[in-house]
């Protein structure tokens, strides 16, 4: 391939024939695209028929745009392939039949010549490889081929046509108005409406910009072919684009024939070719909605990329890994205090991080990285939204990386602590056993004279016991314990540890999110207006607040006459109880 934009150079290609003939050497053949298997571009193929009759070349064209030719509208560069010398066609993928082979038309005049140059044969058995051919296409017939081809246009152009308002989204068609192969890819420049109003302000990729767009429209094409299997997109390398993602319907929207033409279609099974998967209209509106739906995630982890980077270079204890090859929000290795720390303990220290990471309730993905050619020891992170909270996500990984640290160092050190605790608890029980002896004195331990003297003056001893600290790797002593036990009271236990950074979260809000301003406004309203319904009046308030004794003697009298009963039969009979009715009530 010559030249750019995937069409053969002309020029160039007009010098290289002067070169071999200059030479001594002959060309004799030239093949061209209609159709290049990767973008769907067509050489200039009326330029290179004359060059090739200046010459007396050969010219053979093949490609998936000669499909197009049985349609009533077909670009002129296409149309100049029925020009050339012979034509390559796979209609077997075109009309979604396997086995079949290519057919290769040549332009004669005499029959003979092409017999005697081998382009025919007179044999019966060479002649039957054509017959599941020539079955399906009797089946078929001529309004059935147009039916499948025009088919897959159709759905190019329908997919076409809601890309060209999509944002961020490139597109590569020659002829917009029958390819049957669309080709697309995720570019982070200015908007289309930006880039009409300033053109000379789109900016072009640096090298590592386009690897990571590279590696952006990689992940973007294997979810679209795993949300979307029946599209049949797929992932294509071109020179000056980079990554891309290819649509042909051409090759993938073909129906199935019956079994009865399948038996003559398929040499060794009964099956079509998995290619086959019959697009429809559906599958290309569900492609767009999950475009439309990985977009912003593209643009949000490649905004947020920058921001992760330097977060990560001013905390201490992490280190940034640049890995252009990983779709995602970027890479991060936990290094501690002591960088140079053995390759075995690193590794130990982030597998640990690493499961923590993922037992957290948040929408993040957290891994090791690929299979093959990731960085060692360090966590890669997926993509993320608008609504990450980027500092709170790298503090939680140096907090975690800290604690997980901490605890194997405890771990490590745990054998000698213990050693030295259990030396250290000897000694002290030691020491109490001899201060114990000097508190009862000798004639306590003989046998005879101890247990007559135990009788006529029982010996008390206070209980010691003893605790072992693991963290400090000392032995402390339980007497404030059981002095807090007896009186109830004792040592105010020490508060219980948080983070230094604690943030309060909406009901139902995961990890490293952001409040959105919408929740924030609903919390407050709601909550001003609980207050309000809480607070009473301000008319009753204020009575209430000026005369609390009546209501205090109102109250009181209420409960005194509710416990007389002689009182509650003269209401009851509609009478104020007289006076010696009421010094009985107060007797």
Request: proline fraction near 6%; charge should be negative.
């Amino acid at each position: 391939m010559f030249g750019s934009q995937h069409q053969m150079d002309v020029a160039l290609l007009e010098r290289l024939i002067k070169e071999d003939l200059e030479s001594g050497k002959l060309p004799v053949l030239l093949v061209a695209n209609a159709g290049t298997p990767g973008a769907g571009h067509t050489d200039k193929l009326g330029r290179l028929k004359e060059l090739c009759e200046q010459h007396s070349m050969w010219l053979h064209v093949e490609g998936v745009n000669l499909a197009t030719l049985t349609l009533g509208y077909v670009s002129s560069s296409v149309l100049a392939a029925t020009k050339c010398d012979s034509m390559t066609l796979t209609v077997g993928p075109w009309l979604g039949l396997p086995a079949v082979p290519a057919v290769t038309l040549y332009r004669h005049e005499d029959p003979s010549l092409s017999l005697a140059a081998g382009l025919t044969s007179s044999q019966a058995v060479e002649k039957l490889r054509a017959l599941p051919l020539w079955l399906s296409l009797q089946y078929l017939g001529h309004d059935g081929i147009v039916e499948r081809i025009k088919h897959a246009s159709q759905l190019s152009q329908r997919l076409l046509e809601n890309m060209k308002n999509q944002d961020y989204i490139k597109t590569s068609v020659e002829d917009e108005l029958s390819s049957p192969v669309v080709v697309f890819k995720f570019s982070p420049e200015l908007p289309r409406i930006d880039q009409m109003l300033h053109p000379a302000q789109v900016p072009s990729l640096t090298g590592n910009e386009r690897d990571v767009c590279d590696t952006f429209n990689q992940w973007l094409g294997e979810q679209l072919a795993q949300l979307v299997p029946a599209s049949g997109v797929d992932i294509v390398e071109l020179e000056d684009e980079g990554t891309c993602v290819r649509f042909s319907p051409l090759m993938t929207s073909a129906g199935r024939l019956p079994k009865a033409m399948c038996v003559f279609a398929v040499s060794r099974a009964n099956e079509l070719s998995p290619s086959v998967l019959g697009t429809e209209v559906q599958d290309v509106d569900q492609l767009v909605d999950c475009l439309k739906m990985k977009i912003p995630v593209l643009m949000c982890t490649l905004q947020l990329r920058d921001e992760f980077e330097q977060e990560v270079k001013r905390t201490v204890g992490l280190s940034y890994v640049e890995d252009l090859g990983w779709p995602g929000l970027g890479v991060v290795r936990y290094e501690g205090q002591n960088e140079s720390k053995p390759e075995k303990e690193a590794e130990k220290i982030n597998n640990g991080l690493l499961k923590k990471l993922n037992e957290l309730e948040s929408d993040l993905s957290f891994s090791s990285g690929p299979e093959f050619g990731g960085e060692k020891n360090c966590v890669y992170i997926g993509m993320v939204t608008e609504d990450l909270d980027v500092s709170e996500l790298v503090e939680t990984i140096a907090a975690t990386g800290r604690e997980i640290e901490e605890n194997s160092r405890l771990l490590e050190n745990m054998t000698e602590i213990v050693r030295k605790g259990i030396q250290e608890a000897q000694v002290q029980l030691q020491k109490a056993n001899e201060e114990r002896l000097l508190e009862e004195g000798v004639l306590r331990q003989i046998p005879v004279v101890g247990s007559v003297l135990n009788w006529f003056s029982p010996f008390h001893a206070s209980a010691k016991g003893r605790t072992f600290n693991l963290t400090a790797g000392s032995l402390e002593s339980t007497e404030p314990t059981y002095v807090s036990k007896v009186q109830g009271t004792g040592i105010t236990p020490p508060p219980t540890p948080t983070k230094g950074r604690s943030k309060q979260r909406l009901p139902g809000q995961k990890l490293f999110k952001r409040s959105l301003r919408s929740s924030d406004g609903f919390s407050e309203t709601s909550s001003v207006s609980h207050l309000e319904d809480l607070d009473p009046r301000p008319g009753t308030s204020s009575a209430r607040q000026e005369n609390p004794e009546p209501l205090d003697e109102s109250l009181h009298q209420s409960r005194e006459t509710a416990e007389d009963p002689a009182v509650e039969q003269s209401q009851a009979l509609g009478k104020e109880p007289t006076k010696s009715e009421e010094q009985e009530s107060l007797r």
